[in-house]
C-alpha cells in the first residue's frame, strides 16, 4: 500500500471567486461573491417572520389615533410618536463632561400612518403612494423649519427583522439637531468629488447606468429605480430622480406622480421577486445648513433583509454581496 499522501490540487490561480467593487461617493470597497454567488430564485425562499396583530390590539387602529394627527393626506397620517427619541426643548443645553460634549436630544418624531391595517406599500397603487409622498413632504417641510433643527430623516422598516414593532405599516420621521454620520459621509464623497471634477457624482453615475441599462430595474419619464454597482447588501434597489436635484422637499407636485409610480414599482417587485421581504428604506437629502449643497441628489435607499452580518463584515465593515447587482436587476425586472 502506497503510504504516500494523496496531495489535494490547489484552487486555480486564474479562478475568480470574488470582485472587489469601489463605492464612487464613499470610495469604500464592496465584495461581489460572484465565484458562490447564489441564484436570484433562492432569495425568495427565505420566509421572513410575519407576526399577526389582531385590528382590536392594533395601537395604530384605535378611534382616537385621528385625533392626535397633525397632518392627514387621503387615507395617510401623522402624529406625533408616543415614545420619542427626540422631544420639544426650548436649548440645546449644550455642556461638556471632562474630554467629551453633551447636549438635550431636541427634536420630533413622528409616525406616519397608513389606515389600512394590512395594505402594505408595495401593494399600494400610485394615487395611495402619492398620499405617503405628499405627507413625507409636508411633514418635512414643517419640521426643518423648527428651532434647532438640522435635517429631518425619513425612513421605513417592514418586517420585525427590519426593526418593525408594531406589524401595521407605517412610516417615521425624526427631526434632530445634528446631521446623521451616513449622510454626513455621503455628503462629503458628493463634495469631494465635485470639487475634483466639477460634476455630479451621482448624475455620473446615473448617465453611466442609463446607457448601460443592466442595473435598471424600472424607469419613468423622470424617475428610475436601479440596483447599484457597489450595493451595500444584495438586491439593494434606488430610486433616483433624472434632473440634477439637491433637496427632496422642492419636489414638484408632477415629480411627486413620477416619484410615487417608480417606488411603488420598486417595492412591488422587491415583494413579488423576493417573496415579501423585511426592508428599511430612507431618503437622502440635502440638509438646511446654510451651505451651498448644489453638488448633493436626493435619492431612497431601499435595503432588503437578505442576510445576516457575521464575523468579517462587522470587523471590517465590508458588506459581502452573494449576487452580482446586474443579476438581481435582471431578475426584478422581469418580475
Same mark, same amino acid.
Given at each position: 500500500?502506497?503510504?504516500?499522501?494523496?496531495? #489535494?490540487?490547489?484552487?486555480?490561480?486564474?479562478?475568480? %471567486?470574488?470582485?472587489?467593487?469601489?463605492?464612487?461617493?464613499?470610495?469604500?470597497?464592496?465584495? %461581489?461573491?460572484?465565484?458562490?454567488?447564489?441564484?436570484?430564485?433562492?432569495?425568495?425562499?427565505?420566509?421572513?417572520?410575519?407576526?399577526?396583530?389582531?385590528?382590536?390590539?392594533?395601537?395604530?387602529?384605535?378611534? !382616537?389615533?385621528?385625533?392626535?394627527?397633525?397632518?392627514?393626506?387621503?387615507?395617510?397620517?401623522?402624529?406625533?410618536?408616543?415614545?420619542?427619541?427626540?422631544?420639544?426643548?426650548?436649548?440645546?443645553?449644550?455642556?461638556?463632561?471632562?474630554?467629551?460634549? +453633551?447636549?438635550?436630544?431636541?427634536?420630533?418624531?413622528?409616525?406616519?400612518?397608513?389606515?389600512?391595517?394590512?395594505?402594505?406599500?408595495?401593494?399600494?397603487?400610485?394615487?395611495?403612494?402619492?398620499?405617503?409622498?405628499?405627507?413625507?413632504?409636508?411633514?418635512?417641510?414643517?419640521?426643518?423649519?423648527?428651532?434647532?433643527?438640522?435635517?429631518?430623516?425619513?425612513?421605513?422598516?417592514?418586517?420585525?427583522?427590519?426593526?418593525?414593532?408594531?406589524?401595521?405599516?407605517?412610516?417615521?420621521?425624526?427631526?434632530?439637531?445634528?446631521?446623521?454620520?451616513?449622510?454626513?459621509?455621503?455628503?462629503?464623497?458628493?463634495?469631494?468629488?465635485? !470639487?475634483?471634477?466639477?460634476?455630479?457624482?451621482?448624475?455620473?453615475?446615473?448617465?453611466?447606468?442609463?446607457?448601460?441599462?443592466?442595473? %435598471?430595474?424600472?424607469?419613468?419619464?423622470?424617475?428610475?429605480?436601479?440596483?447599484?454597482?457597489?450595493?451595500?447588501?444584495?438586491?439593494?434597489?434606488?430610486?433616483?430622480?433624472?434632473?440634477?436635484?439637491?433637496?427632496?422637499?422642492?419636489?414638484?407636485?408632477?415629480?411627486?406622480?413620477?416619484?410615487?409610480?417608480?417606488?411603488?414599482?420598486?417595492?412591488? #417587485? +422587491?415583494?413579488?421577486?423576493?417573496?415579501?421581504?423585511?426592508?428599511?428604506?430612507?431618503?437622502?437629502?440635502?440638509?438646511?445648513?446654510?451651505?451651498?449643497?448644489?453638488?448633493?441628489?436626493?435619492?431612497?435607499?431601499?435595503?432588503?433583509?437578505?442576510?445576516?452580518?457575521?464575523?468579517?463584515?462587522?470587523?471590517?465593515?465590508?458588506?459581502?454581496?452573494?449576487?452580482?447587482?446586474?443579476?438581481?436587476?435582471?431578475?426584478?425586472?422581469?418580475?
Amino acid at each position: 500500500m502506497d503510504s504516500k499522501k494523496e496531495k #489535494k490540487s490547489a484552487p486555480s490561480a486564474d479562478r475568480q %471567486v470574488s470582485e472587489l467593487r469601489m463605492d464612487l461617493v464613499s470610495n469604500d470597497w464592496i465584495i %461581489v461573491a460572484t465565484g458562490r454567488g447564489r441564484k436570484p430564485e433562492t432569495f425568495a425562499k427565505h420566509e421572513r417572520i410575519k407576526e399577526e396583530l389582531p385590528v382590536e390590539n392594533c395601537p395604530f387602529c384605535k378611534k !382616537e389615533i385621528l385625533g392626535k394627527a397633525v397632518f392627514r393626506q387621503g387615507n395617510v397620517i401623522s402624529i406625533p410618536n408616543d415614545f420619542p427619541a427626540f422631544a420639544y426643548g426650548k436649548s440645546l443645553n449644550e455642556r461638556v463632561d471632562g474630554p467629551n460634549r +453633551i447636549m438635550d436630544g431636541v427634536g420630533f418624531q413622528e409616525v406616519i400612518i397608513t389606515l389600512d391595517h394590512k395594505k402594505q406599500l408595495a401593494q399600494f397603487s400610485k394615487e395611495e403612494m402619492r398620499d405617503v409622498i405628499d405627507v413625507y413632504q409636508a411633514r418635512y417641510i414643517d419640521l426643518i423649519e423648527k428651532k434647532f433643527i438640522r435635517y429631518v430623516s425619513i425612513f421605513h422598516n417592514h418586517g420585525k427583522e427590519a426593526g418593525a414593532s408594531v406589524a401595521h405599516p407605517h412610516s417615521q420621521l425624526i427631526a434632530i439637531p445634528i446631521i446623521d454620520p451616513d449622510l454626513r459621509d455621503s455628503m462629503q464623497g458628493a463634495s469631494s468629488f465635485y !470639487e475634483k471634477t466639477g460634476r455630479c457624482v451621482y448624475c455620473d453615475m446615473l448617465d453611466w447606468d442609463m446607457k448601460d441599462s443592466r442595473r %435598471v430595474i424600472y424607469e419613468n419619464e423622470k424617475f428610475v429605480a436601479l440596483c447599484p454597482f457597489a450595493p451595500q447588501t444584495a438586491f439593494e434597489v434606488r430610486v433616483y430622480p433624472k434632473k440634477h436635484q439637491p433637496y427632496f422637499e422642492r419636489i414638484t407636485e408632477e415629480e411627486k406622480d413620477y416619484f410615487a409610480d417608480a417606488l411603488r414599482m420598486a417595492l412591488y #417587485k +422587491i415583494y413579488k421577486g423576493l417573496n415579501d421581504p423585511a426592508y428599511n428604506f430612507y431618503i437622502h437629502t440635502a440638509p438646511r445648513n446654510n451651505e451651498e449643497n448644489e453638488h448633493y441628489h436626493w435619492h431612497l435607499v431601499i435595503l432588503p433583509k437578505t442576510s445576516i452580518w457575521a464575523g468579517f463584515e462587522l470587523a471590517a465593515g465590508i458588506e459581502i454581496s452573494t449576487i452580482e447587482p446586474e443579476k438581481a436587476a435582471e431578475f426584478l425586472r422581469e418580475v
